[in-house]
């Protein structure tokens, strides 16, 4: 299979995030338009909670970045750091970290429904991504697969 180098670099990210955000506005248009639905009258809490969520996931992100240079630079299959626990651990800060950080920091119950919207679409986009892999890795990809989820760690084996 030929890969591209932007295919390599960046997957299906750029469309997932794009359509990541679009789905943020809209959620956040409809809580302005039921009169903002708050998580909480006392924001400053909620916020602070919000930015720690910011946090671990740009931590995550860089953790993650970090690790899969394996693919980039070396065309390995990357199984070590994050990826130990998931198969998309970039997507996966998206979902658990940032959009229920993004959620608190607009303190916004409505908008805290952005993961659960975008989980069946990153399911969706991801599949390009793990076709791509399966051709490369073979084997070696579907047992990796097997044993480690797409979004959530696997806790039985």
């Not at 602070?48 to 970090?66: F, K, P, Q, R």
């Not at 940032?98 to 993961?115: D, E």
């Not at 969706?124 to 990809?141: D, H, N, Q, S």
């Amino acid at each position: 299979m030929n890969i591209t180098r932007y295919q390599k670099l960046f997957g299906v990210g750029p469309l997932g995030l794009g359509i990541s955000l679009v789905v943020l506005a809209l959620l956040w248009l409809l809580d302005r338009g039921l009169g903002r639905v708050e998580i909480s009258d006392q924001p400053a809490p909620v916020r602070v909670i919000g930015l720690m969520l910011i946090g671990i996931w740009i931590c995550w992100h860089m953790w993650a970045t970090n690790t899969i240079r394996q693919w980039w630079t070396r065309d390995r299959l990357c199984t070590t750091g994050p990826f130990r626990f998931v198969r998309h651990p970039i997507y996966c800060g998206g979902l658990l970290f940032a959009g229920p950080g993004a959620a608190l920091l607009i303190n916004s119950w409505v908008v805290l429904l952005l993961p659960i919207v975008m989980c069946p679409i990153w399911s969706i986009l991801v599949r390009k991504e793990e076709a791509m892999m399966t051709a490369v890795f073979g084997e070696e990809y579907r047992r990796y697969a097997a044993r480690t989820g797409r979004f959530f760690p696997r806790f039985r084996q």
